[in-house]
């Protein structure tokens, strides 16, 4: 383990904290924040961004595929592990985090890149996409978290958002009483289905409890503005991907999204539900490579 104060190349700032680091992990700092990543592979710039309770560790299932066709960086956001955060401040927002995406990606200098998010990381992408259309070469949203903005207006619809809601401010109530693992059992059985922290592995559930706090914004972040004018300023194609068995919601969100993108290819992952990534990893690195290797 390395104890990481400095500052490199292309920094804004030096970071306003030092934590340990596993030693294949690197460092960059971007406006003003230390984000850690592991970097494997060669050829085309793949960037893979974690959803809720995740870091870099998220992807790990993947990466020996995707690694073997391209440079693949796989970034924690601002707060999350290797950090040890408390949840306090107010700087660990959706749009905080889709700027800081957008300055590694300048500060590597390793644009345009192809850009994959999953579940609040999508969300994450579609912001810096939206935003930064120069840095983005194609874009894959597996499981997009939802903007309320673009939801489809049913009922059923507004249903799932609801509930998605009291899940997400119920979560917060457990960790604030202390109970690390009993708030993000509630999020993990509500994405990926009942039982679903039980039957995950240690390393698993030890990455959610290590990222607890960082899901204090999700209600904000669900309502962070993004319309149709927004998605449709993504000029790189996109890939749209869900498993068989992801929750509604992710669907809904789907819906809404993909008639404001000017190129959209839509991908089932089968046996596969919101983790679709851990529950069917061959699968998912296939579609991912083919489209990523297309663009």
């Not at 409890?209 to 149709?228: E, G, I, Y």
Request: proline share 7%.
């Amino acid at each position: 383990m390395a104890l990481v104060s400095v500052a490199f190349a292309g920094c804004t700032s030096v970071a306003p904290r030092s934590w340990e680091l596993p030693s294949d992990v690197k460092v960059l700092t971007t406006n003003g924040y230390a984000m850690a990543y592991v970097e494997r592979g060669q050829g085309a710039p793949l960037v893979l961004v974690h959803g809720t309770l995740g870091d870099y560790r998220n992807w790990e299932p993947v990466m020996p595929m995707l690694s073997s066709h391209f440079r693949t960086i796989s970034v924690s956001l601002r707060h999350a592990y290797p950090e040890p955060w408390n949840g306090q401040g107010n700087d660990a927002a959706i749009a905080q985090h889709a700027a800081d995406l957008a300055a590694f990606i300048r500060a590597l200098g390793i644009g345009p890149v192809h850009l994959l998010g999953h579940s609040r990381g999508g969300a994450v992408v579609l912001l810096t996409a939206s935003a930064h259309p120069e840095l983005v070469r194609s874009v894959i949203l597996a499981d997009p978290a939802p903007f309320v903005t673009l939801l489809p207006d049913r009922p059923e619809v507004q249903a799932a958002e609801e509930k998605r809601t009291a899940i997400s401010q119920s979560m917060l109530e457990r960790f604030q009483k202390g109970d690390l693992d009993g708030g993000a059992a509630l999020w993990i059985n509500a994405v990926g289905g009942p039982g679903a922290w039980a039957a995950a592995s240690a390393t698993s559930q030890g990455i959610w409890r290590s990222n607890a706090w960082t899901a204090k914004t999700l209600v904000d972040d669900d309502r962070q503005p993004f319309h149709c004018n927004d998605a449709a300023r993504i000029t790189a194609p996109v890939l749209l991907i869900t498993g068989d068995r992801s929750p509604p919601i992710y669907g809904y969100m789907q819906e809404g999204l993909r008639p404001c993108l000017k190129q959209v290819t839509n991908a089932v992952i089968a046996n596969a539900g919101h983790g679709m990534f851990r529950a069917n990893p061959k699968a998912f690195s296939e579609r991912v490579a083919e489209f990523v290797a297309d663009h």
